[in-house]
């Protein structure tokens, strides 16, 4: 149920809107998909698209850190770990 109105409802109207570019739709994003349990799959893809579009790593970070200091740890760690696996995939240049 939770995901079907995520999908249909949040992450439609934040890609649908022209309001946001590409890298505030992607934080906010990242930062509902961290905060839902059993989005780790979604997390971790949008973690890497974050990245794809122009957002650094210490930009994610950020965003963990204003997780983990506005009281929601897990959703910092579940970031983190989307994170550590996203920067792993990206080939050494």
């Known amino acids: ?16 809107r022209d309001n946001l570019d590409w890298q505030s739709r992607e934080l906010a994003t990242v930062g509902a998909l961290a905060a839902t349990q059993g989005a780790e799959p979604q997390l971790r893809s949008h973690m890497a698209a974050s990245m794809r579009v122009g957002l650094t790593a210490e930009q994610l970070r ?16 579940r970031a983190d770990a989307a994170l550590k696996q996203a920067l792993a995939a990206v080939p050494a240049r």
């Open 1 to 16: 149920m939770i995901n079907q109105y995520l999908q249909a409802h949040l992450f439609g109207d934040i890609f649908e």
């Open 62 to 77: 950020q965003l963990i850190k204003i997780l983990a200091e506005r009281g929601d740890t897990i959703a910092a760690q």
